[in-house]
């Protein structure tokens, strides 16, 4: 007998699609489970096949949001009697990062927070680059909370905007330069509208900017004038009160020359990020540990326009290029205290 589903609320809409709370429960009376569902109409059924794709090749990465079932699109009906297709996903009880920030003061997290999220993404990118893809949305919107003790876990969702390395959209025009959220957007993809690994690291760097400062890459630069910055490799401007070690690290993830950015595995052996703990533990990550969920509150719908991603179509990919890693092995630091939600 299946088990009796529960619709329990609204989560929010994205670019391709809606999202659900659902609850199921058992018939022989054991816990509920909830899920996050994620239903798209006919006309993203390309953009849900390629994430529940991708997602398939990420299973298993601790710093990926995770899918039920055996990462296959279900088919339904809504209530008007169109078919629509679903994904059922691990539910995320803390919401979104930009939730999560809106319940800071000031909108500023603490900076241990901040490296841990940091080392977070930036595990979950090593595993979404070594298979050959690019995220292409890397925002707050899209890096998902989950109470993990006294603490957080951070992990990437959200990749119907996704593309392999090297390919190109078809959304991209002189006058409309525009090829994922425009304000967490790479000078380079603005230019041609390819997709780099480099420019996930370039969202990264303005991910952790938001979380010093509380605010928004370009918060101050009306978005008709964003481009035009951009198309000049200009970069977010990185206030006197981002401590030196992490002025670096934005530095290094706001180079202009993207091969300057080195990759994702690079930045985890960032000094910024190095410190605080033992290698092996900066550069793992990739196992699922038992995870508890309880329900909270719903991420905020974001209203910016220049927050929602534009669409891309597949074209043949080049070949990702790689180069050999030099490492370094220092000596580790005793652990700083671990960071507790207030």
Do not use: W
């Given at each position: 007998m299946q088990p009796k589903t529960d619709f329990v609320k609204f989560l929010g809409k994205g670019s391709y699609g809606s999202v659900d709370l659902v609850k199921y429960i058992e018939n022989d009376g054991s816990c509920p489970v909830y899920a996050a569902v994620?239903?798209?109409?006919?006309?993203?059924?390309?953009?849900?096949?390629?994430?529940?794709?991708?997602?398939?090749?990420?299973?298993?990465?601790?710093?990926?949001?995770?899918?039920?079932?055996?990462?296959?699109?279900e088919e339904d009906f809504d209530d008007e009697g169109f078919r629509v297709y679903k994904i059922f996903m691990e539910y995320a009880a803390e919401g979104n990062l930009t939730s999560l920030m809106d319940s800071y003061k000031d909108r500023r997290l603490p900076e241990t927070m901040i490296k841990d999220f940091a080392r977070m993404i930036l595990q979950g990118l090593v595993s979404v680059h070594?298979?050959?893809?690019?995220?292409?949305?890397?925002?707050?919107?899209?890096?998902?909370?989950?109470?993990?003790r006294q603490s957080y876990e951070l992990k990437i969702s959200d990749f119907g905007s996704s593309r392999k390395v090297g390919e190109h959209a078809d959304c991209w025009e002189v006058d409309s330069p525009f090829v994922g959220t425009p304000i967490y957007m790479s000078p380079e993809s603005v230019h041609s509208g390819v997709a780099e690994k480099a420019l996930d690291l370039w969202s990264l760097g303005c991910i952790v900017l938001e979380m010093f400062t509380g605010v928004s890459p370009w918060s101050d630069v009306d978005f008709d004038d964003l481009a035009s910055l951009l198309l000049d490799w200009k970069a977010p401007e990185i206030p006197e009160s981002v401590p030196c070690h992490a002025r670096k690290f934005l530095e290094t993830c706001f180079a202009r020359n993207p091969k300057e950015r080195g990759s994702a595995y690079d930045l985890l052996l960032h000094p910024f990020l190095r410190g605080e703990q033992k290698m092996e533990n900066v550069i793992s990550g990739f196992s699922l540990p038992p995870l508890k969920l309880k329900i909270r509150r719903a991420p905020k719908k974001?209203?910016?326009?220049?927050?929602?991603?534009?669409?891309?179509?597949?074209?043949?990919p080049k070949p990702p290029q790689f180069k050999p890693l030099k490492v370094k092995i220092m000596p580790p630091k005793t652990p700083a205290s671990s960071f507790i939600h207030v």
């Open positions: 994620k239903t798209s109409e006919c006309e993203d059924y390309d953009s849900l096949r390629r994430e529940i794709h991708i997602l398939s090749k990420l299973k298993g990465c601790r710093s990926i949001v995770q899918c039920y079932g055996n990462y296959k699109l070594s298979h050959g893809y690019v995220h292409c949305d890397l925002k707050p919107d899209n890096l998902l909370v989950f109470p993990c974001s209203t910016d326009t220049s927050k929602k991603a534009m669409k891309l179509k597949i074209i043949p």
